[in-house]
C-alpha cells in the first residue's frame, strides 16, 4: 500500500515556475514506478512525466518536454515536478501516481494523490 500527497501548486504568472512535490508513505516507494498527470476543467486526465524506480530513466510528454523535469528522492519517499516557463495551458490539478510498471497509461497506476492545483495566469 503506498500513500501520496501532493504539495506546492499555486496560482502563478506565465513564465513562472513551481515545484511540485509528492510525499510517499509505505516501504515499497522504491520499488515503484512514478509518474505525474493532470486535468484540466473539461478535459481527460494526460500524462505528464514518469520515472523509474530509481530514477534512471525518465519520459515527458510533447508538451512539457524541456519545461518539466521528474526527479525523486527514494530516502525522502519523494518525487518532484519542477515545472518551469510555465504556460497557461499547463493550468489543470496535478496528480502523482504509483505503479508497479514503468508506462505512461494512467490504469496501470495503482495509487494516487489528491491532487494539488496550478493556475498560470497570462
Known amino acids: 500500500q503506498v500513500q501520496l500527497v501532493e504539495s506546492g501548486g499555486g496560482l502563478v504568472q506565465a513564465g513562472d515556475s513551481l515545484r511540485l512535490s509528492c510525499a510517499a508513505s509505505?516501504?515499497?516507494?522504491?520499488?515503484?514506478?512514478m509518474g505525474w498527470f493532470r486535468q484540466a476543467p473539461g478535459k481527460e486526465r494526460e500524462f505528464v512525466a514518469r520515472?523509474?524506480?530509481?530514477?534512471?530513466?525518465?519520459y515527458y510528454a510533447d508538451s512539457v518536454k524541456g519545461r518539466f523535469t521528474i526527479s525523486r528522492d527514494n530516502a525522502k519517499n519523494t518525487v518532484y515536478l519542477q515545472m518551469n516557463s510555465l504556460k497557461p495551458e499547463d493550468t489543470a490539478v496535478y496528480y502523482c501516481?504509483?505503479?508497479?510498471?514503468?508506462?505512461?497509461?494512467?490504469?496501470?497506476?495503482?495509487?494516487w494523490g489528491q491532487g494539488t492545483q496550478v493556475t498560470v495566469s497570462s
Open positions: 509505505g516501504r515499497t516507494f522504491s520499488s515503484n514506478a
Open positions: 520515472i523509474s524506480w530509481k530514477g534512471a530513466n525518465t
Open positions: 501516481a504509483a505503479s508497479q510498471v514503468l508506462t505512461t497509461t494512467p490504469t496501470w497506476y495503482s495509487y
